[in-house]
T-cell receptor, first 112, second 111 residues
């Protein structure tokens, strides 16, 4: 069966510090991968998606970037965090563009 | 993607069936109905989805009306671990990762 893991689960970072959230998927090949941010009001915002290694599409301009160095690995990064980057970040995957999307456990980021 | 309307909260007794309604009156013919749930501070968990026909899996059943303007998620025997926010969304096949979660229904299962 397929599994998805992301880490760290929680982190507190000072303003201006770098960020790296990692996500891996097991049990499947060539998945579509996604990074979301979930706001306090539970709205879900798609940040990035990837259909293959090195292929990243950005949905909204922001202080964040994403990379896919391996088929089943997706990384969310920032060079300098802003207070507004605080939130709940979710990695997700699907097999194909229209298929069911499965989410990871989520990562709570607090920028102080 | 069409919008959905769900009641804000619902209580259910442990062991009883929980019936969660969802209205999606503007749904298009190529939009699927998906259900997810989210336990506090965890990622959303996929439950079930359907297009026209009723669906059942190990977690729940999905009943879609003939006109597809509403649906009901049925948890046949609710347990305390089913306490969560349940989201009904509609999604076009091939719409990539764009999901619109509304406010959902907060379900509380009581002993």
């Amino acid at each position: 069966s397929q599994t998805i893991h992301q880490w760290p689960a929680t982190l507190v970072q000072p303003v201006g510090s770098p960020l790296s959230l990692e996500c891996t998927v097991e049990g499947t090949s060539n998945p579509n991968l996604y990074w979301y941010r979930q706001a306090a009001g539970r709205g879900l915002q798609l940040l990035f998606y990837s259909v293959g290694i090195g292929q990243i599409s950005s949905e909204v301009p922001q202080n964040l970037s994403a990379s896919r160095p391996q088929d089943r690995q997706f990384i969310l990064s920032s060079k300098k965090l802003l207070l507004s980057d605080s939130g709940f970040y979710l990695c997700a995957w699907s097999k194909g563009s229209g298929n069911t999307i499965y989410f990871g456990e989520g990562s709570w980021l607090t920028v102080v | 993607d069409a919008k959905t309307t769900q009641p804000p909260s619902m209580d259910c007794a442990e062991g009883r069936a929980a019936n969660l309604p969802c209205n999606h009156s503007t749904i298009s013919g190529n939009e699927y109905v998906y259900w997810y749930r989210q336990i506090h501070s965890q990622g959303p968990q996929y439950i079930i989805h359907g297009l026209k026909n009723n669906e059942t899996n190990e977690m729940a059943s999905l009943i879609i009306t003939e006109d597809r303007k509403s649906s009901t998620l049925i948890l046949p025997h609710a347990t305390l671990r089913d306490t969560a926010v349940y989201y009904c969304i509609v999604r076009v096949d091939g719409s990539w990762g764009k999901l619109q979660f509304g406010a959902g229904t907060q379900v509380v299962v009581t002993p």
